[in-house]
């Protein structure tokens, strides 16, 4: 998905969705992974001033443990959810969100013109700015949750510093910044 059609799709999407899309984007996150984001899975790295989230093996496909590095965007996503609900890091009305392609979705994108966008499109797209960005293949692999062969939750501060900072490539990329539409969004709200 292109700069100008994450801007506006995501302007289109009521503002739970939009979160959890600007989320998606910045994270590489599968649909399941982000509905079912819970905060008891949330670590603080307190050497870099930070959190990450350790997503357990059963909420993900690949069936190994998934770390996920939050850049600058994924992080504000994050806070701006906190004290929303008790237990999941996106509710709608008091309850998690069961799945991201519902119809107010599926509106969005045919009032924007792109009905052939998938929500995992989020995904690929997240891959595909961290490949334009030079992140190396190893650590797409480890943001995308890919599986790998080697123990991905098990980081030291180094070498989540790198993640997070290749994380952090894929931001203000665009022309317009269509990801700060949506975090002045979560700041009004």
């Known amino acids: 998905m292109s700069w100008d059609e ?59 443990e998934r770390l996920i590095a939050l850049n ?12 929303k609900h008790p237990t999941h890091v996106f509710p709608y009305n008091g309850s998690p969100i069961q799945r991201m392609l519902n119809s107010a979705w599926k509106r969005a994108r045919a009032e924007v013109g792109l009905p052939q966008v998938r929500v995992h499109d989020l995904k ?41 900072e290749s994380a952090e490539s894929v931001c203000d990329r665009g022309q317009g910044k269509p990801e700060l539409v949506v975090l002045r969004r979560l700041c009004v709200s």
């Not at 600058?72 to 004290?83: D, E, F, P, T």
């Not at 960005?133 to 790998?148: I, K, P, T, Y």
């Open 124 to 164: 690929h797209t997240f891959g595909r700015r961290l490949r334009a960005a030079g992140v190396s293949f190893e650590d797409r692999q480890d943001l995308l949750g890919h599986r790998s062969g080697r123990i991905t939750t098990h980081y030291s501060a180094a070498e989540l510093s790198r993640l997070i």
């Open 6 to 64: 994450q801007a506006r799709l995501f302007q289109e999407l009521p503002e739970h969705l939009a979160q959890m899309a600007l989320f998606a984007v910045n994270t590489g996150c599968r649909d399941s992974e982000i509905c079912s984001l819970s905060w008891d899975w949330e670590v603080k790295v307190p050497t870099l001033d930070t959190v990450v989230f350790i997503i357990p093996e059963q909420y993900v496909k690949n069936g190994e």
């Open 72 to 83: 600058k965007i994924a992080l504000s996503v994050v806070n701006a959810q906190r004290g």
